[in-house]
């Protein structure tokens, strides 16, 4: 098992770099259709009479698939828990068939007065597609627990 | 077919609330095997021993629904349109088996110096249990296209 990251082994500027993933029409109709029914999510012949003008993924869908990569790519001890994102934009539509990679940068670090287990780690998250462009930037604050607050282990 | 808002219809102060959506420990487990697979959100007896200290859904799976719930409750002409989020919280955990509720305050509205066409309306968006406690709070800004820039139907 690879080794997880406290508090402590964050620092500033650290960088950590996902897996290709593809992103199939299928995936993209299955999503929209349960949690962004809209023309451009969910039709790809009426998409292109609306603002987008072809057919286009969820927003929320380029989050929801960020989010596994981070979670297959930032070996935080305890897991990827988020507390609250301070900035998300979709610079460009993610497309059916695109090929998306996560990059994710550390960017400031705080302990917290109201408890003293775990810190705060804020990251700047941004999903490209694959000709290298930005289909989602996000400053999401991640928790992650101290070393020093873990109880030694026996023996 | 419920008349449609344009930009020039989306005042200040506007409130849109949304019908009741349960939300099944299955579909819980669903989103996350798929898009956020940690024990918090995948395993019921596991999730004890995690930060959350039980079984809870992914917050980018409150996203989702609240995403659904925004679509059907706020009638923008041309759809639900995302221009990026300025801040994105989720005070309280959505449990499996929780009813949530939406609410849509139009806090905020400009025009665009970049475009005739359509213009950005800021909302805050309240995600609800069925407590009436706060899973999620954000501040998002929608296009909405303005009725001046319309073609004029013939006749």
């Given amino acids: 098992m690879a080794k997880k990251l ?7 500027g650290m960088r950590f770099e996902s897996r290709p ?14 949690y962004d029914p809209q ?11 609306t603002f987008f003008r072809e057919w286009v993924a969820s927003g ?13 790519t930032v070996p935080i001890e305890g897991g990827i828990i988020g507390g609250g994102v301070e900035e998300l934009r ?12 996560l990059v994710v ?7 917290l007065k109201s408890r003293g287990d775990v810190g705060l780690v804020k990251v700047r998250m941004t999903t ?11 400053i ?9 607050a873990a109880v030694p282990a026996p023996g």
Avoid: C, Y
């Fill in 90 to 101: 979709w610079p460009n539509a993610l497309k059916p068939g695109d090929t998306i990679r």
């Fill in 60 to 72: 929320w869908h380029t989050t929801a698939l960020s989010m596994r990569l981070v979670v297959e």
């Fill in 105 to 111: 940068e550390v960017i400031e670090k705080r302990t």
């Fill in 39 to 49: 023309p451009f999510h969910i039709d790809p012949v009426a998409a292109k009479d």
């Fill in 128 to 138: 490209l597609n694959q000709r290298g462009e930005p289909v989602q930037t996000m």
């Fill in 140 to 148: 999401p604050n991640l928790f992650a627990p101290l070393r020093a």
């Fill in 21 to 34: 993933m593809e992103v199939t029409g299928e995936e993209v109709l299955q999503f929209a259709r349960r």
């Fill in 6 to 12: 406290h508090f402590e082994d964050l620092e500033v």
